[in-house]
């Protein structure tokens, strides 16, 4: 898989490309798809929020966004401050279908009745707009004191998800600050790498590659950024 974009705006036509690129998810079976990229500033959270957006508007399907950046939440951020573009963000529902959740909260907190406040409460989704996508936001207003939060390799959230949701997609902080791309690598059907076209350096991400497929996770491609003619020669070692 092999894609190219211009500057930010308007990405409708790269991400049919991507799209396109990804191939046919397994008959009867929602696909997980992580984005991340090996540097931070390279896009990689743009190029999940307008993947989501392309698969929900333009290819009909029903799409969840879920932010790994939990401390942050810059994707429902950025959909909020978008919104005349993406549509307004509906109320805060439940994120988890079944209570399973990819986190951990330690230490734990308690509910007013004694009992520990359930890890799955303190991530919430908000619908985008009229198209079937959400997108998911940790509730840290909701964390006490000194707790942390971690996130887990396990499948269990993901394939709960699975079955509410045609198409997931994973925006993953880079490596220089989370390992979650690690983490929860062999959990997703595809990763696609974001690097930005004009990085002369191609150890980062070459590692992070051969990290990822270390992990048990799949590789599927690189998604070029910030480029307008044809990829750079030195990005093709990146492409088995």
């Known amino acids: 898989m092999r894609a190219a974009i211009r500057e930010m705006v308007d990405l409708n036509a790269e991400m049919a490309e991507l799209w396109a690129s990804l191939g046919a998810p ?3 079976r929602a696909r997980v798809i992580q ?4 540097r931070r500033g ?5 190029v999940a929020r307008e993947l989501a957006f392309f698969a929900a ?4 399907r029903s799409v969840w966004l879920v932010d790994l950046d939990l401390l942050g939440s810059p994707q429902h951020e950025a959909l909020r401050l978008e919104a ?6 509906g109320e805060a529902a439940a994120a988890s279908p079944d209570g399973s959740i990819f986190f951990t909260v330690q230490p734990p907190a308690q509910a007013p009745d004694g009992q520990p406040w359930p890890p799955a409460r303190y991530l919430a989704a908000h619908r985008v707009g009229q198209a079937r996508w959400w997108v998911t936001r940790f509730r840290r207003e909701a964390m006490r004191g000194r707790q942390t939060v971690h996130i887990l390799p396990t499948a269990d959230y993901w394939n709960a998800l699975r ?3 045609d198409l997931i997609v994973v925006d993953c902080p880079s490596p220089d600050r989370s390992q979650a791309v690690l983490t929860v690598a062999p959990f997703m059907d595809q990763t ?7 990085e002369s350096d191609v150890r980062a991400p070459a590692q992070l590659r051969d990290a990822i497929k ?14 307008t003619v044809e990829q750079p020669g030195f990005m093709r070692a990146l492409i088995p």
């Open 26 to 28: 397994a008959a009867g």
């Open 35 to 38: 984005v991340a990229a090996a």
């Open 42 to 46: 390279e896009g990689a959270s743009t």
């Open 57 to 60: 508007r333009r290819a009909g």
């Open 84 to 89: 005349d573009r993406y549509g307004p963000l």
């Open 163 to 165: 079955k509410y949701a």
């Open 192 to 198: 696609v790498l974001v690097v930005a076209a004009d």
């Open 214 to 227: 270390g992990a048990g996770g799949n590789v599927s491609g690189v998604f070029f950024n910030r480029v």
